[in-house]
């Protein structure tokens, strides 16, 4: 079956620390998308990619960093910088705007705690 | 940073009632008005989507009601079962615009 695979589906991490979210699609889809999902406020948009080795900030960028070395896969880095990083991660992936259609397809999520 | 306003937050119904999800937008470049439903622990999934050609589309129990020129859209689900308790979001998009901005979320309960 394709899909997106989102690991782990849980992690904890101490203050201070990096930490790496996979995310493997195997849907031959073009673009690829990280959202921030917190309890009233909906899905935001991290970062995204298009094509390979080519990403675009979206609208909550900073502490994050990510990849797109392989068309399959879109790793997401919390770092020690996002001052706020307790929140569930959601990836997503959309066979490619000029195809005309939007629709994303989502991994099952990440939830990440900081203790 | 483009806006869309969904309300409201929460919404309780009883079994086989029609709730209500509202959206209102800001850019009218967009071309692609999807909505998402997502149970607790999941991504979210497409559930409807329309573009702004038509005013009304219906999938099932499941309608969007399309205002262009007041740049609104909404969700009715129509004889709401216990099943359909989720959270909703209102999203949009086109074809030129390559990501999708996402509404702030209702969490819908439907009492048996």
């Known amino acids: 079956d394709g899909g997106i695979t989102q690991s782990p589906k849980y992690l904890f991490r101490k203050e201070g620390q990096n930490v790496t979210l996979s995310c493997e699609q195997n849907l031959n889809h073009d673009a690829m998308y990280w959202y921030r999902q917190d309890p009233g406020q909906g899905l935001r948009l991290i970062y995204y990619?298009?094509?390979?080795?080519?990403?675009q900030k979206g609208d909550i960028a900073e502490g994050y960093s990510v990849s797109r070395e392989k068309k399959e896969s879109f790793p997401l880095t919390v770092t020690s910088a996002q001052k706020n990083p307790t929140a569930f991660y959601l990836c997503?992936?959309?066979?490619?705007?000029?195809?005309?259609?939007?629709?994303?397809?989502f991994g099952a999520g990440s939830r990440l705690t900081v203790l | 940073q483009q806006q869309v306003k969904q309300s409201p937050q929460s919404l309780i119904v009883q079994k086989g009632g029609i709730p209500i999800i509202n959206c209102a937008y800001e850019n009218t470049a967009f071309d692609y008005f999807p909505w998402y439903q997502q149970f607790p622990g999941k991504g979210p999934a497409l559930l409807i989507a329309?573009?702004?050609?038509?005013s009304e589309k219906k999938e099932g129990r499941f309608t969007i009601s399309f205002n262009k020129s007041a740049k609104q859209f909404s969700l009715h689900i129509m004889d709401s079962q216990p099943g359909d308790s989720a959270t909703y979001f209102c999203a949009f998009g086109g074809t030129s615009y390559g990501k999708l901005t996402f509404g702030q979320g209702t969490i819908l309960t439907v009492h048996p």
């Open positions: 990619s298009q094509i390979v080795n080519d990403f």
């Open positions: 329309i573009r702004p050609d038509v």
């Open positions: 997503a992936s959309m066979r490619g705007q000029s195809s005309g259609a939007n629709v994303l397809t």
